[in-house]
């Protein structure tokens, strides 16, 4: 792929969720995901204890659709996300339980990708659609 200016993206600086709702966003990523913030004046949380992105990605509808429902189409019932951010962790068994102890409705449960990630998806209250993965090829051998 050629570069159409002079300008050459380097790495992702930051990704996050626009929140409407502050107080489910928090319980989601504070307490659920166990992700650490700092707060700034009027709620902003932020934190830099995360390491950046692995992957960024154009990911079509129609493939988020079948890794979720296995078919091309996203169900007209369910709100179409539009981003999509994944979290590898530990545990995803765990994270499953925790997620769906707290009421969110798993869209993708446990499920084993052909190229070895395991994934639980749902949807974020701000409509993003969020994996919560272990991906074998993104961990460095010790």
Not at 32 to 38: E, Y
Not at 64 to 71: L, T
Request: charged share 25%.
């Amino acid at each position: 792929m050629q570069v159409a200016s002079n300008f050459k993206v380097l790495f992702i600086a930051g990704f996050g969720p626009i929140v409407r709702e502050p107080s489910e966003s928090r319980e989601l990523y504070c307490e659920v995901l166990g992700i650490p913030f700092k707060e700034e004046s009027g709620g902003y949380l932020h934190t830099e204890a995360l390491q950046g992105a692995k992957t960024f990605a154009l990911w079509p509808l129609s493939q988020a659709a079948h890794s979720c429902f296995d078919s091309d189409s996203w169900p007209e019932d369910i709100p179409v996300p539009q981003a999509w951010l994944e979290f590898d962790g530990d545990s995803v068994e765990k994270a499953t339980a925790n997620l769906e102890s707290r009421g969110y409705r798993i869209l993708v449960r446990n499920k084993q990708e052909p190229w070895g990630q395991t994934v639980t998806r749902f949807l974020s209250p701000e409509g993003i659609l969020v994996g919560v993965t272990f991906t074998p090829s993104m961990r460095k051998e010790k």
